[in-house]
């Protein structure tokens, strides 16, 4: 079992900056394949970045060029950098893992992670 634990969520002005962690613990002797999502109300819940097995990141059209993600291996830690804040960025965001031997690592498609935070809230006001 893998527990994930985010942070960093808070409240920010439109154009200001964020840094969310994701804390991996539990039985899993390599960091797993990882994402970030997240889902404002009344609205479906979106992928906003992924790693590769390679540690190759791939990002929204969204958010492209304003987040960047990124892992610790050592410290197990996945984190999104999320810059040039938007009000469109309010939500709540995720971390959802899966195992790294999957052939799904990197994936966008939110069915394939095993594992999912509590999230942390997001808010962007502008």
């Known amino acids: 079992q893998v527990q994930l634990v985010e942070s960093g969520g808070g409240s920010v002005q439109a154009g200001g900056s964020l840094r969310l962690s994701c804390a991996v613990s539990g039985n899993t002797p390599n960091m797993p394949c990882m994402a970030w999502f997240r889902q404002a109300p009344g609205k479906e819940r979106e992928t906003v970045a992924s790693l590769t097995r390679r540690d190759t990141p791939y990002y929204s059209a969204s958010v492209e060029g304003r987040f960047t993600i990124s892992r610790d291996g050592a410290k197990r830690e996945l984190y999104l950098q999320m810059d040039s804040l938007k009000p469109e960025d309010t939500a709540t965001y995720y971390c959802?893992?899966?195992?790294?031997?999957?052939?799904?690592?990197?994936?966008?498609?939110?069915?394939?992670?095993?594992?999912w935070g509590q999230g942390t809230q997001v808010t962007v006001s502008s």
């Open positions: 959802a893992a899966l195992p790294r031997s999957s052939d799904y690592c990197g994936t966008f498609r939110s069915d394939r992670y095993m594992y």
